[in-house]
């Protein structure tokens, strides 16, 4: 008899237990890396920042900006000076109070912090002026298209000065921000916690006491943990398991097209390498792209779930330029193309590639294609960082890479399409596109913007230093208690509103 | 015999410098820029530079080398590029969640491999050691992966018996520790045991066919106690001596169970860091696993002179 009860007492502990401290368990395809959000360069560390740090300005599904921490903005006339009002009542997770006075040292630490990787992304402002507690004015050398959507990413987090202060280089041991989870505690490779911050500003619309964030590399495992119910939500569900997934009773999934895009980059001009037939000629560049079925390739190597793709933008988006849609295959005119440049006889095109499974796969089915035209493809494989450090230096052909995307149209297309571009390991140099872009990134109206890039993506689509194939879409395997999750083509888990029914 | 590990003491000095020395050699050889992995997508020329200078990669590797063994002479394993973290903190805290592994691994491989192989010396020739044998094999030659992610989706998928993956220290809930562990250490335990059974099977039947297990049935034993009693207990030597070798393998091992079970140990540490290039981990471990090995060495070496009356006579 004792026994019995001390077994239901025990029962009921465990009960009341689980309906005390709701937990979110999220599965991650990697580790984050330093949670510090001016030093940090990880997808999957936004991830745990959309929970952990909240930012100026947020973005929706249709990514338009929306406030977040500045809950209004204004531009002066000739768009070089933003004022913004923040939000008012809102704490750091260590009670620290927000206010201009943090938004304007947030903005010096992402310039000046040695270690920080947001220079470029705040490279146009050229200072701050706290214009009342909650006022602040933002100048810049010039109008800049790109701040508001850099302030909706690692950018616009504001963490606590005081805790910064502090901890100097080391705080993303301990971050300290202002969103709706504090910070608990991280076990490299196994877990990152964050715990309910109960002073919330939007707490009501926070329905977890905790988040742990499990980082399970592998595609099969991680599945299997969502359908075993040992994780409410996992990232990156692969698009092989996609059928799987959907067939299953006690399974949601989830998906938006991702804002970035992978294809082949072509060594146009950086370095000896670029003495290629077809870093040399604009014509093997069409004919190989005409070479390749994209609807095909995304119906074998990824079940039709991903968007084929021929620019910088996904199809879907508003950049997207009308005017050039996805070609269709034409292997007769890749042969023309060939012939009418000289090389009848076919050419021969050595593509690196990383050494993972989905990219092997896709460029054996480029392989395959191009063969058909007479273009020869020899797939050299390459660990990524390895693979990376040729691609910079020069040291190759062509390069099956490609871009995780950014809100604004300008980071998927200026730093790698214009002369020396940041990321321009193309060489890729047209003065006419230069312009083009330049303009593009200090014009704040929309629709001049779009005519820009469509002007420009007019020679690049002849130009081709980059062959798009497709755009990934983001896939989350959730179990079917999770409700209220809303995706987003930035890829992130955004929790206000989600909740978990069991 | 304290003069003899003296001796060994001092002999394994110049051996963990040499190991480091072409650790740190070997590293250099990695095609792949360990800044330029960590300086993001973006890779801002000037932050690049600027993490060559802070992490010393712009120094001549004697001085980059110099300056590691330094720290580490005072107790500083430098710093994770990655994460940030002392590598020593990252170190002890994975260091008890291999040898949590490792033990239970090797608790399945003596439960499985040892039992097996005295069943198949005394059954010799008959179906059960056929049988056995085929069970060994099997054991050693199906891959880890295939075994661990088929037993994922059968046992936690299919059943929903064991959690999929992942690490519960035994801090924080002993029991969900050790059946989260379950199937990793089953799927490392079984080519072990394999093993084990092989050696098992083969000390025991030279042990069998020794004089005095002939006396001990002459004298009218049961068949039990002749086989548990005297034939097992000599054949135990170079068992235990085997199981103390397999250890390393089980660390070994580890590596890829580690993988597939996502599990937070030395071995996920290592081939993580060797994928960022985060040069300070991959020193420390392989420094921390050298220096382990030559400490089992020493002990084992110690244990034979305390074990064997003749060898502490010469």
Known sequence: M????????????????????????????????????????????????????????DITPELDLIPQLATDWSWNDDQTELTMQLREGVTFHDGE??????????????????????????????????????????????????????????AGMMISPAAAEEAGADFGLNPVCSGPFAFDNRVAQDRIVL?????????????????????????????????????????RLAATDLEQAESASDIEVASAVSLGYQGMTINVGNGDRADSP????????????????????????????????????????????????????????????????????????????PNSPVPQQVMQVVQAMAAEAGITIEITSKEFATMLQDQ????YMASQVGWSGRVDPDGNIHQFMTTGGGINDSGYSNPEVDELLNNARTTTDTAERKQYYDQARDILVEDLPIIYLYHQTWIWGLRDAVSGFTPYPDGMIRLEGVSLED | MLAFIGRRLLVAIPTILLISV???????????????????????????????????????????YFKWIGGVIQGDLGISLRTNQPVSELLLQKLP?????????????????????????????????????????????????????????????????????????????????????????????????????RHTRSAMLGVLKSDYVRTARA????????????????????????????????????VLTEQIFTIPGFGKLVVDAVFNRDYAVVQGIVLCTAVGFIVMNLLADAAYFALNPRLRKS
């Open chain 1, 2 to 57: 004792l026994r019995k009860l001390s077994l239901t007492a025990i029962l009921l502990g465990a009960t009341a237990v689980g309906a005390q401290a709701q937990d979110l368990r999220i599965a991650l395809q990697s580790d984050a890396d330093v949670l510090d959000p001016d030093q940090s360069r990880t997808f999957v560390g936004r991830i745990v920042y959309t929970a952990l740090c909240d930012k100026l300005v």
């Open chain 1, 97 to 154: 109070p927000f206010n201009a006075e943090a938004v304007a040292y947030n903005i010096n630490r992402s310039q000046t912090l040695e270690e920080s990787r947001r220079k470029s992304e705040v490279a146009s402002i050229t200072g701050t002026e706290v214009t009342g507690e909650y006022e602040i004015k933002i100048s810049l050398a010039q109008p800049d298209a790109t701040l508001l959507a850099q302030f909706a990413d690692r």
């Open chain 1, 195 to 235: 715990t309910k911050f109960d002073d919330y500003w939007n707490a009501d619309e926070i329905n977890f006491d905790s988040v742990t964030y499990l980082p399970i590399p592998d595609n099969t495992v991680r599945f299997a943990n969502l359908q075993s119910g040992d994780v409410d939500i996992i990232d």
């Open chain 1, 278 to 353: 077809i870093g040399e000629n604009p014509a093997v560049r069409q004919a190989l792209s005409l070479a390749i079925d994209r609807n095909a390739l995304n119906q074998v190597v990824f079940n039709g779930a991903f968007a084929p793709g021929n620019q910088s933008f996904p199809p879907n988006s508003p950049w997207y330029d009308q005017d050039h849609p996805i070609p269709e295959r034409d292997v007769e005119a890749a042969k023309a193309l060939l012939a009418e440049a000289g090389f009848e006889d076919g050419v021969t095109v050595e593509v690196q590639a």
């Open chain 1, 392 to 395: 910079s230096a020069g040291d």
């Open chain 2, 22 to 64: 072409f650790v740190f050699l070997l590293q250099q050889l990695l095609p792949g820029d360990p800044i330029l992995a960590m300086a993001g997508e973006e890779r801002d020329p000037a932050t690049i530079e600027f993490l060559r200078e802070k992490y010393g990669l712009n120094d001549p590797l004697p001085v980059q």
């Open chain 2, 97 to 197: 969640v291999t040898i949590q592994l490792a033990v239970m691994a090797l608790i399945f491989a003596v439960v499985i491999g040892v039992p097996a192989g005295i069943l198949s010396a005394v059954k010799k020739g008959t179906v059960v050691d056929y049988a056995a044998n085929v069970v060994a094999l099997s054991g050693l030659s199906i891959p880890n992966f295939w075994l661990g992610i088929m037993l994922i989706l059968l046992v936690s998928v299919k059943w929903g018996l064991l959690p999929a993956s992942g690490y519960t220290p035994p801090g924080e809930d002993l029991v969900r520790s050790i059946t989260t562990m379950l199937m990793p250490a089953f799927v490392l335990g079984t080519a072990l045991a394999a093993t084990l059974m």
């Open chain 2, 219 to 254: 004298k009218g034993l049961y068949e039990r106690r002749v086989i548990l009693r005297h034939a097992f207990r000599n054949a135990l030597v170079p068992i235990v001596t085997l199981t103390a070798l397999l250890f390393g393998e089980l660390v070994a091992g580890a």
